[in-house]
């Protein structure tokens, strides 16, 4: 028999395991407590907030909210409609 057709699947078994083992550690993250939040210095580069961060980023940066318009304006209807595909490589898409 050849050694190849056995060593194949094993090879196969251990690699998943391995893989299964490299998997974030969820606790050091902060997973069960809910993900912690940076600051507006430390937001992008701490890994270690990153997740919360990118999760809260209205917290952590300003931004404005807008409100409402007590009497909103209808948008107008299009002349004509507007083709929905793409060309690629010179293949039309869609």
């Not at 395991?17 to 809910?34: R, T």
């Amino acid at each position: 028999m050849n050694p190849r057709r056995i060593l194949l699947p094993f090879a196969a078994l251990v690699t998943m395991a391995f893989s299964a083992v490299a998997a974030p550690d969820e606790q050091l993250l902060g997973k069960k407590a809910g993900y912690p939040i940076g600051t507006p210095s430390n937001w992008f580069y701490d890994e270690g907030v990153r997740v919360g961060s990118f999760s809260n980023l209205d917290k952590i940066s300003p931004h404005n909210t807008l409100k409402r318009a007590a009497s909103p304006l209808p948008l107008p209807h299009a002349a004509k409609a507007v083709p929905a595909g793409f060309e690629s490589a010179g293949f039309p898409k869609g």
